[in-house]
C-alpha cells in the first residue's frame, strides 16, 4: 500500500497491488493499460471517503470517457496552484455532465529536450497519479513524451487529441504554461482555436503567497534552504517523502533513541539539518524527529541517510514503506565531540519536538499521536 499526504487536512492510502489493471492492446501492438486508482481519504481521521480515477497511458484506448473539461500540465507538487486548477476543472465537469480529466505528460519534458536543466520532481510518478484522484479527477491520461511527441504543433494537438479524441467541452491551462512544438501553445492560441472549434478556454489564476508566486521551483529552493514551514504553506501540506526501511548500523539503539533508516523514493530531500516530523505507522501519524545528513560525529559515511526516531514507540520496521513529513526545522547537523554529547543533544531535540507538538495551534491542526 502507498501512502500520500494530499490536500490541506486530508491524509491519503491508495491501493497499489490491488488497483484494477486492464491491458488492451493498441493498433501498434503495444499494450495498454487501463489501470484504476483506489484511494482512501482520511479527513482527521474521522471519515473515510472513497476515491477512484481511472488511468490511462495514450489517447487510444476506448475506455476513456467523454465529454471531458480538461486541463494539460506537469503537474509536479500538486501545490496550491495546482490544486487550483484541479478545483476549477472538478466543478466545471460537475456542471456541465462531463468527466474532470487531466493530461500530463511522462516524462519530464526538460528531462527530455533539456536533460541537463531537468529538476528533481517533489512527487513520484504514482504519488501524483494519487493525488489527482483524490483532488476529484476521474480520469488521467498519461502522454509519453519523446522528441517525436515534441515535433507536434500546439493547433494540431489541440484538433485531433483534446477535441477529436477527448470530445472537450471545456479546456483550462494554469498561468505562464506552454505546449506543443517550440512551446508555441499558450491560452491565446488556446482561446483562438476553441472560437474555432466551439469549446470553452480560460487560464486559472495563479496562486500567490507573501507576493511570491507558488510554483514548484520556488518550493524546491525552499526545500534545499529547509523551509519546510513556507514549503508547506505553499503545497498545503506538509512536504513528505516515502520509501522502505533498511537495516542500519544500530547505533541508535545504543544510544537509546533506535531510528528507522528511511530510503526515500522521492528526489528532494530537504537541506541536511533535524526536523520535527510525523511518520505514519498503522495509519496513524506519530511524532518523530528525524536527522538527514551523514553522521559527522561518527565519520563513517559521505552519503546523506534519512534517519527518524518515532516518539514513544517501539516495533519493528525494516521493510516497511514509511511515509515521513516535514514540519519544522530544529537545527543543522553538528559534530559533536563525544558521543555523550551527541546523546544529550539528542535529548534536548526530542524536548523541543515534544513542546512543538504540545502547542494549541498544531494540536488542532494535525491529527498525531
Same mark, same amino acid.
Given at each position: 500500500?502507498?501512502?500520500?499526504?494530499?490536500?490541506?487536512?486530508?491524509?491519503?492510502?491508495?491501493?497499489?497491488?490491488?488497483?484494477?489493471?486492464?491491458?488492451?492492446?493498441?493498433?501498434?501492438?503495444?499494450?495498454?493499460?487501463?489501470?484504476?486508482?483506489?484511494?482512501?481519504?482520511?479527513?482527521?481521521?474521522?471519515?473515510?471517503?472513497?476515491?477512484?480515477?481511472?488511468?490511462?497511458?495514450?489517447?487510444?484506448?476506448?475506455?476513456?470517457?467523454? *465529454?471531458?473539461? @480538461?486541463?494539460?500540465?506537469?503537474?509536479?507538487?500538486?501545490? +496550491? #496552484?495546482?490544486?487550483? %486548477?484541479?478545483? /476549477? =476543472? !472538478?466543478?466545471?465537469?460537475?456542471?456541465?455532465?462531463?468527466?474532470?480529466?487531466?493530461?500530463?505528460?511522462?516524462?519530464?519534458?526538460?528531462?527530455?529536450?533539456?536533460?541537463?536543466?531537468? *529538476?528533481?520532481? @517533489?512527487?513520484?510518478?504514482?504519488?501524483?497519479?494519487?493525488? +489527482? #484522484?483524490?483532488?476529484? %479527477?476521474?480520469? /488521467? =491520461? !498519461?502522454?509519453?513524451?519523446?522528441?517525436?511527441?515534441?515535433?507536434?504543433?500546439?493547433?494540431?494537438?489541440?484538433?485531433?487529441?483534446?477535441?477529436?479524441?477527448?470530445?472537450?467541452?471545456?479546456?483550462?491551462?494554469?498561468?505562464?504554461?506552454?505546449?506543443?512544438?517550440?512551446?508555441? #501553445?499558450?491560452?491565446?492560441?488556446?482561446?483562438?482555436?476553441?472560437?474555432?472549434?466551439?469549446?470553452?478556454?480560460?487560464?486559472?489564476?495563479?496562486?500567490?503567497?507573501?507576493?511570491?508566486?507558488?510554483?514548484?521551483?520556488?518550493?524546491?529552493?525552499?526545500?534545499?534552504?529547509?523551509?519546510?514551514?513556507?514549503?508547506?504553506?505553499?503545497?498545503?501540506?506538509?512536504?513528505?517523502?516515502?520509501?522502505?526501511?533498511?537495516?542500519?548500523?544500530?547505533?541508535?539503539?545504543?544510544?537509546?533513541?533506535?531510528?528507522?533508516?528511511?530510503?526515500?523514493?522521492?528526489?528532494?530531500?530537504?537541506?541536511?539539518?533535524?526536523?520535527?516530523?510525523?511518520?505514519?505507522?498503522?495509519?496513524?501519524?506519530?511524532?518523530?524527529?528525524?536527522?538527514?545528513?551523514?553522521?559527522?560525529?561518527?565519520?563513517?559515511?559521505?552519503?546523506?541517510?534519512?534517519?527518524?526516531?518515532?516518539?514513544?514507540?517501539?516495533?519493528?520496521?525494516?521493510?516497511?514503506?514509511?511515509?515521513?513529513?516535514?514540519?519544522?526545522?530544529?537545527?543543522?547537523?553538528?559534530?559533536?565531540?563525544?558521543?555523550?554529547?551527541?546523546?544529550?543533544?539528542?535529548?534536548?531535540?526530542?524536548?523541543?519536538?515534544?513542546?512543538?507538538?504540545?502547542?494549541?495551534?498544531?494540536?488542532?491542526?494535525?491529527?498525531?499521536?
Amino acid at each position: 500500500m502507498n501512502v500520500i499526504t494530499s490536500v490541506p487536512g486530508i491524509d491519503v492510502r491508495c491501493t497499489g497491488g490491488g488497483s484494477d489493471y486492464r491491458r488492451s492492446k493498441s493498433r501498434g501492438g503495444k499494450e495498454k493499460g487501463l489501470r484504476v486508482i483506489k484511494c482512501l481519504r482520511i479527513t482527521h481521521y474521522s471519515s473515510l471517503i472513497t476515491a477512484e480515477m481511472r488511468l490511462f497511458h495514450g489517447t487510444d484506448n476506448a475506455a476513456i470517457q467523454r *465529454p471531458t473539461v @480538461l486541463t494539460l500540465g506537469v503537474f509536479d507538487g500538486l501545490h +496550491l #496552484g495546482h490544486q487550483l %486548477i484541479m478545483k /476549477t =476543472i !472538478v466543478d466545471r465537469a460537475r456542471a456541465t455532465s462531463a468527466v474532470p480529466t487531466v493530461i500530463t505528460f511522462e516524462p519530464h519534458p526538460r528531462a527530455v529536450l533539456h536533460a541537463e536543466s531537468a *529538476p528533481p520532481l @517533489l512527487q513520484t510518478f504514482d504519488q501524483k497519479m494519487e493525488a +489527482l #484522484g483524490v483532488l476529484g %479527477i476521474e480520469q /488521467t =491520461i !498519461v502522454i509519453h513524451f519523446d522528441h517525436a511527441f515534441s515535433q507536434i504543433r500546439a493547433g494540431d494537438f489541440l484538433r485531433d487529441v483534446v477535441v477529436d479524441r477527448l470530445h472537450a467541452k471545456e479546456v483550462y491551462l494554469g498561468r505562464g504554461f506552454f505546449f506543443g512544438h517550440n512551446r508555441e #501553445g499558450n491560452i491565446e492560441l488556446l482561446r483562438h482555436v476553441s472560437q474555432q472549434l466551439g469549446f470553452v478556454a480560460d487560464e486559472v489564476p495563479e496562486v500567490r503567497l507573501r507576493g511570491k508566486r507558488i510554483g514548484s521551483t520556488v518550493i524546491r529552493q525552499l526545500l534545499a534552504e529547509g523551509q519546510v514551514n513556507l514549503a508547506r504553506r505553499m503545497l498545503g501540506r506538509p512536504y513528505g517523502v516515502e520509501g522502505p526501511v533498511a537495516r542500519g548500523d544500530a547505533r541508535g539503539v545504543g544510544l537509546g533513541f533506535p531510528t528507522a533508516n528511511v530510503q526515500p523514493h522521492n528526489r528532494v530531500i530537504p537541506r541536511r539539518g533535524v526536523y520535527v516530523t510525523s511518520t505514519l505507522i498503522g495509519g496513524q501519524w506519530r511524532r518523530s524527529v528525524t536527522n538527514i545528513g551523514v553522521r559527522p560525529t561518527f565519520g563513517d559515511t559521505l552519503e546523506p541517510s534519512v534517519e527518524t526516531h518515532v516518539i514513544n514507540w517501539s516495533g519493528d520496521l525494516y521493510g516497511d514503506v514509511l511515509r515521513v513529513r516535514f514540519l519544522h526545522r530544529l537545527r543543522d547537523e553538528k559534530k559533536f565531540g563525544s558521543i555523550d554529547e551527541l546523546k544529550s543533544q539528542i535529548e534536548r531535540d526530542v524536548r523541543r519536538a515534544e513542546r512543538y507538538f504540545d502547542r494549541n495551534g498544531v494540536r488542532k491542526s494535525l491529527t498525531i499521536v
